[in-house]
């Protein structure tokens, strides 16, 4: 069946640093692919999307691209805040007809000032 | 504004009681999920449901119980069956048809067992 899988955390970083969060992921068919972001206590929010092969999603400063080769969605941004620290989501739409939503285990980021 | 409410944000339950836990939207979508969440684990599956009076178990359905009787409403109880109910649990909705569009969720509510 469908499945993500992304990096453990927690990720430590300073403020102003580069960060990656690895995902790669397993679906039959084309699924399209998202990260989501959890604030404490709340629910999950939409950080951005890809829908297809090559598609690069961005908001935030925070961006991914769907590499279909490689069955990865890494997520980056080239200067994090302390108001980046958050938990965050690597999911997939399901195929066959359902697009039920799969999500990784989570990334808890840190950032220190 | 539209949306997903979630309530109550922090339930408690005792030994052996059944809880419901209510989940609306506005969205006008007609698919809704039910997931638990539990530390290092991510978004497990309960149940979801693609239109009204329909719903499919997901991947931990046991001790849990859902309805469809509006397209607004998919309401969660968690029975005396399921013993380790203590999570967060989140509800989402979206577009059924559609694998591109995203899901949106609530607030989600905190279950203890006290």
């Known amino acids: 069946g469908d499945s993500v899988t992304q990096m453990e955390g927690p990720v430590t970083l300073s403020e102003e640093a580069f960060l990656t969060i690895n995902c790669t992921y397993t679906a039959t068919g084309y699924p399209s692919l998202f990260w989501y972001v959890q604030y404490p206590g709340e629910g999950l929010q939409l950080l951005l999307k890809?829908?297809?092969?090559?598609d690069k999603g961005s908001n935030k400063g925070f961006e991914a691209t769907y590499r279909k080769e490689t069955t990865s969605f890494h997520l980056e941004k080239g200067s994090v805040q302390v108001s980046d620290s958050a938990v965050y989501f690597c999911a997939l739409s399901g195929s066959g007809g359902s697009y039920i939503p799969t999500f990784g285990r989570g990334t808890s980021l840190i950032v220190h000032p | 504004d539209g949306g997903i409410t979630q309530s109550p944000k922090y339930l408690f339950r005792k030994e052996g009681q059944n809880v419901t836990l209510s989940c609306e939207q506005n969205l006008n979508h007609d698919a809704m999920y039910w997931y638990r969440q539990d530390p290092g684990q991510g978004l497990r599956l309960i149940y979801y449901s693609q239109i009204v009076n329909d719903f499919q178990k997901g991947d931990i359905a046991e001790g849990y119980s859902v309805s469809r009787e509006k397209k607004e409403s998919f309401p969660l109880t968690v029975t005396s069956a399921q013993k380790n109910p203590t999570a967060f649990y989140l509800c989402a909705s979206r577009i059924p048809t559609q694998g591109s569009t995203e899901a949106f969720f609530g607030q989600g509510t905190r279950l203890t067992v006290v």
């Open positions: 890809a829908t297809k092969a090559d």
